[in-house]
């Protein structure tokens, strides 16, 4: 199958809660789900845009310091950074460079998951990151499943599902 969808965990596993992003890249590795591959990095780079690029869908994974509990979902649009940093790359910002770039119509999509701890060193998560990291696989798990196979069956037909062009 090809590469239907990219999960790029970020953050960094060292502080705590910021791990979640991640944690989670490594448990949807774990399922071997097909069309679906994995990465995870400390932060986003121009690399990740070119990855992306080589998928029709990009879903970031990452801690949220102050979204809803357990986690949020949403799409994310091409937008030109407001500043210029090789540390601080936006989601909005790699998919602008997958299609600037890249001439890629890659959809991208935010999986942010609640984070509280942040603050200090260790690779452990709080016992509350850790419900919201389960309540978003429960969620994103069925997602890619459902959108790999749906694009899949109707690559077979010759044209991709309303569904899956349109997922949010």
Not at 70 to 76: H, L, N
Not at 81 to 104: G, W
Not at 139 to 155: H, Q, T
Request: overall charge negative; charged content about 20%.
């Amino acid at each position: 199958m090809p590469n239907r969808v990219l999960v790029i965990g970020y953050g960094n596993p060292g502080r705590l809660d910021d791990g979640l992003g991640p944690l989670c890249a490594e448990a949807i590795e774990w399922m071997h789900i097909p069309g679906v591959t994995v990465d995870a990095d400390y932060q986003l780079t121009v690399e990740t845009a070119a990855t992306a690029a080589q998928h029709e869908v990009v879903v970031f994974a990452d801690a949220s310091v102050t979204g809803p509990e357990p986690f949020f979902f949403r799409a994310v649009e091409p937008a030109a950074p407001t500043s210029f940093s090789t540390h601080v790359i936006e989601p909005e910002t790699v998919m602008a460079m997958t299609r600037d770039l890249f001439q890629a119509g890659t959809k991208g999509y935010a999986l942010g998951i609640r984070g509280y701890a942040f603050n200090a060193f260790g690779e452990t998560l709080s016992a509350k990151a850790r419900e919201n990291l389960a309540a978003a696989l429960r969620f994103i798990v069925p997602w890619l499943r459902d959108y790999a196979f749906d694009a899949a069956l109707n690559e077979e037909a010759g044209e991709l599902p309303a569904q899956a062009r349109n997922r949010s």
